[in-house]
């Protein structure tokens, strides 16, 4: 059961942390940490309606807080996506939001990056942050959707989805077809090649259980290559160039970040290089996919099967594919496991006391453009994020 929270004693000299969501379930000793010392307030369900939460912030309800945490990440968010106009009506003190879920897709992680420090007279010489750093879970869900990649995986290309349906009929004729003819069109994913696009803390993570558990050969797609011993321990081969990688790739793999607005990576064009017969497996986002053309390439046999955690429009998934026996659909629990829950907030009260206390946060996921705009003159802020300008741990695993 969650633990009760008292507020915590009031003192006008300690940094105030706006509480979004529900209480502290599994890390009742951090959370006492924390409370003593600063300034926890904690919202209700009926603050955080979007035309609320606003009014709330335009009023100054909350006073000048310095920290926003979301600990759970199945509440707090109520208020929808954190868009430009929600974020330029922050207080300019805020230095960090730290959230739990290790996608950050429903955030503008550049316009907190760039908020606006010159609101109601108050410059970056006086000590104010130049810009809001947002943290995410990554970490904490990288076991969990590694796992549900796995289930994914052998789904697709063992055919499961049709098995569980014929057993689940309690019709003897269906599990008697099943039983006869899936094998023939069922294959072992040893020796196949998986083709990841996104090798950060969970496409590695997956990459090490395919190898070891399937046997499965291992190509990759990044930004940022892994460092030869990384590669060495799955044998990886890396494509600097995606499609060379596409034909190459018996079943693809996303495990990428997605952003605000960001546009489909799964389009009948990237459909149309993997070669017929392959399968596809969806860890990261439903935005990163166009499901009228995945489904199109299912139904023309372009595609052998499909695997999804994450659809485009959740709640709600594609009808099409939906009565597919070929595509096998989780309800976006991937990440959906105590310990993810636990990692979750851990690391929003980690993130939001780090940063307070002007040390680098564990999970940035903007940091580096903050540190932009202080190469770009600007010489006050607080320290986290790669200064090189490469996609840190916590941009680059956004992926549940």
């Known amino acids: 059961m969650p633990i009760a929270m008292s507020p915590s004693p009031p003192s006008p000299d300690r940094p105030r942390i706006l509480f979004l969501g529900d209480d502290i379930q599994y890390n009742p000793s951090t959370y006492e940490r924390l409370k003593s010392q600063f300034n926890i307030i904690h919202t209700s369900p009926a603050d955080l309606q979007r035309p609320t939460f606003l009014q709330h912030l335009k009023d100054g309800s909350w006073g000048d807080f310095q920290a926003i945490m979301r600990p759970s990440w199945h509440t707090g968010g109520e208020m929808g996506n954190w868009d430009k106009e929600l974020i330029e009506l922050l207080p300019p003190a805020v230095k960090v939001y730290a959230s739990a879920g290790a996608g950050y897709d429903w955030v503008d992680a550049r316009c907190l990056a760039e908020h606006e420090i010159l609101k109601s007279g108050h410059f970056a010489d006086e000590g104010f942050p130049i810009g809001i750093l947002y943290c995410n879970g990554a970490g904490a869900s990288t076991e969990a959707v590694g796992d549900m990649a796995l289930y994914h995986i052998i789904c697709v290309f063992r055919n499961m989805t049709s098995s569980f349906l014929a057993a689940r009929s309690m019709d003897s004729k269906q599990f008697l077809n099943a039983h006869h003819n899936l094998p023939a069109v069922s294959y072992n994913p040893r020796d196949h090649t998986l083709g990841i696009v996104g090798l950060g803390n969970i496409g590695y ?18 930004i940022v290559r892994k460092s030869p011993e990384q590669e060495g321990l799955v044998k990886a081969t890396f494509y600097p160039d995606i499609d060379n990688m596409l034909p190459m790739t018996d079943c693809l793999l996303l495990a990428t970040p997605s952003t605000m607005g960001g546009r489909p990576f799964l389009t009948s064009n990237v459909l149309g ?43 709600h998934v594609n009808g099409r594919m939906a009565s597919m026996p070929n595509v096998t659909m989780t309800c976006h629990t991937g990440g959906g496991a105590v310990e993810t829950k636990t990692g979750f907030e851990q690391l929003a009260m980690e993130n939001v006391e780090r940063v307070l206390h002007g040390q680098e946060a564990l999970t940035p996921v903007n940091g580096h453009l903050i540190q932009e705009r202080m190469a770009n003159g600007h010489v006050n802020g607080h320290a986290n994020g790669h200064a090189d300008g490469h996609a840190t741990d916590g941009e680059r695993n956004g992926t549940t």
């Open 205 to 222: 993570a997956v990459a090490l259980k395919a190898y070891a558990a399937f046997g499965m050969k291992i190509l990759y797609h990044d």
């Open 273 to 315: 290089q993997l070669p017929r017969g392959s399968r596809f497996v969806n860890i990261a986002r439903g935005s990163l996919v166009d499901e009228d053309a995945l489904a199109n390439a299912l139904e023309s046999g372009h595609l052998a099967a499909a695997g999804l955690d994450v659809h485009a429009s959740e709640p």
